[in-house]
């Protein structure tokens, strides 16, 4: 079965640090585009970050510098890593598979997802 | 940056067609997913590349594509449908991700 589950989320304090892990199963990591999508309460859902096949990375402005996103081949995980995290990156952290074509990007697997708290 | 914009709100009567629209200048170049999200669940994909459903998906379920705006209707909604929708799509270099708002869904 294709699937993919989050963990490490947790309660952190403002200017703190905290990594997100997503196991996938039933196909390979280095070999998709992953992505990483979050949705603070009662909020939609907004795009954090992606990982190219290739090994090239993207990031939303909002978290751009602060967030790092990467892949252990060996273990077929994604990681997130969150740096100088602030009150308005609470929110529910979804890892998701990219397919991709001619113009066309959309995320067919996504886990259970993983809360962030950030609050002193 | 680049946005699409979704009514933030629909209702229809059971067996009704509902339609959620969503708007953006790259959707001519770019094709556009749906997703359907209900209270503590993750996203689920309903259309993919404007108008395909993938397996599992209930042919209720249509997408459609028109300049810049993309349609996601439901033929005959039942009350398992009500739930936020989510459209999808990529900025015109095809590089940024961006999701519109979304729209929730009342069948009542």
């Known amino acids: 079965e294709v699937q993919v589950v989050e963990s490490g989320g947790g309660l952190v304090q403002p200017g703190g640090s905290l990594r997100l892990s997503c196991a996938a199963s039933g196909f390979t990591v280095s070999s998709n585009y992953m992505t990483w999508v979050r949705q603070a309460p009662g909020k939609g859902l907004e795009w954090v970050s992606v990982i190219y096949s290739g090994g090239s990375t993207y990031y939303a402005d909002s978290v751009k510098g602060r967030f790092t996103i990467s892949r252990d081949n060996s273990k077929n995980t994604l990681y997130l890593q969150m740096n100088s995290l602030r009150a308005e990156d609470t929110a529910v952290y979804y890892c998701?598979?990219?397919?991709?074509?001619?113009?066309?990007?959309?995320?067919?697997?996504w886990g259970k997802g993983t809360t962030v708290t950030v609050s002193s | 940056s680049y946005e699409l914009t979704q009514p933030p709100s629909v209702s229809v009567s059971p067996g009704q067609t509902a339609r959620i629209t969503c708007s953006g200048d790259a959707l001519p170049k770019q094709y556009a997913s749906w997703y359907q999200q209900k209270p503590g669940q993750a996203p689920v994909l309903v259309i993919y590349k404007d108008t395909e459903r993938p397996s599992g998906i209930p042919e209720r379920f249509s997408g459609s594509s028109s300049g810049t705006t993309v349609t996601l209707t439901i033929s005959g909604a039942q009350a398992e449908d009500e739930a936020d929708y989510y459209c999808?799509?990529?900025?015109?270099?095809?590089?940024?991700?961006?999701f519109g708002g979304g729209t929730k869904l009342t069948v009542l």
């Open positions: 999808q799509s990529a900025d015109s270099s095809g590089t940024y991700v961006v």
């Open positions: 998701a598979r990219e397919l991709w074509g001619s113009s066309s990007y959309y995320m067919d697997v």
